[in-house]
Each structure stands twice: as C-alpha cells, then as structure tokens.
C-alpha cells in the first residue's frame, strides 16, 4: 500500500512540475480566415469552418459556430419536405 501511495505521489509531483514549468509562458491565438496553412511561427489549433446566420437576417446573434470538415452525422434526410 505504502509504495503505491509514494508511486503515486510521485507522479502528481511531477505532473505539477511540469504545469508550473509551463505557467509562465503565453501566447496568442488568432484566426487566419481563407488560409490554408500557418506560418512557420505558429502552431494550427483548430481547422475547420465556421458558420452563422445570414447577415440580413435582424436579431441574430454575432457567435460563430465551429464546424469540423468532416461532420458526424446522426439520422439525416435529404428529402425536400413541403407543408
């Protein structure tokens, strides 16, 4: 039991080692719209597209929605349904 606990202390110190080794740097994140690619500088995050609302339609909201590029899709029907 003794060396399970010590084993295990063991790894959340060095978990916390490694986090506080990291605190201190920082960074920005910014989106390159209709780029494929970043620069060598910088790191890619997400890919993906976004969407929103028409621009013409009143009362939408200003958030985007994060889609990946190849969705998962549940029970779909491309049927054309008319009332």
Not at 16 to 25: C, D, F, K, P, W
Not at 39 to 61: D, Q
Request: glycine share 10%; with cysteine.
């Amino acid at each position: 039991m003794y060396h399970k606990l010590s084993e295990k202390l063991n790894q959340l110190t060095d978990v916390i080692r490694e986090a506080q080794e990291h605190s201190g740097t920082s960074g920005t994140t910014y989106v390159r719209w209709g780029r494929k690619s970043c620069p060598t500088i910088a790191a890619l995050v997400y890919e993906g597209f976004t969407a929103g609302s028409h621009h013409g339609h009143a009362g939408s909201g200003a958030n985007y929605l994060c889609l990946p590029a190849e969705p998962l899709w549940g029970v779909y029907d491309e049927a054309v349904k008319t009332p």
